[in-house]
């Protein structure tokens, strides 16, 4: 029922079968969209969890994944009215 989301090595001394590749290429395109969410959020708001307790933990990942969606709102709002 669950799938594999880790990227498969190249064989030693092999080139990497093709299907590998492109399994690897899909990964690769949707860790990318979130991986850059975090990034933005570890730049922009200086997002370090370092708190006591699951509870504070998700609190500030709540709060920080709010201010990130108003950011993209308002980012899409002004290119609408834009253009």
């Known amino acids: 029922m669950m ?6 090595k ?5 080139p990497m079968p ?5 399994a690897n290429a899909k990964k690769s395109s949707v860790r990318a969209k ?5 990034a ?7 997002l370090f969890i370092r708190t006591i307790g699951l509870a504070r933990a998700k609190a500030k990942m709540t709060l920080a994944n709010l201010a990130y ?3 993209r ?4 709002e002004r290119q609408q009215s834009a253009g």
Do not use: C, M, W
């Open 18 to 22: 093709q299907a590998t590749s492109q």
């Open 34 to 38: 979130v991986e850059h969410v975090f």
């Open 73 to 76: 709102l308002v980012f899409h």
């Open 40 to 46: 933005h959020q570890k730049n922009r708001y200086g």
């Open 69 to 71: 969606n108003f950011d």
């Open 3 to 8: 799938t594999s989301k880790i990227h498969r």
């Open 10 to 14: 190249k064989p030693k001394g092999k």
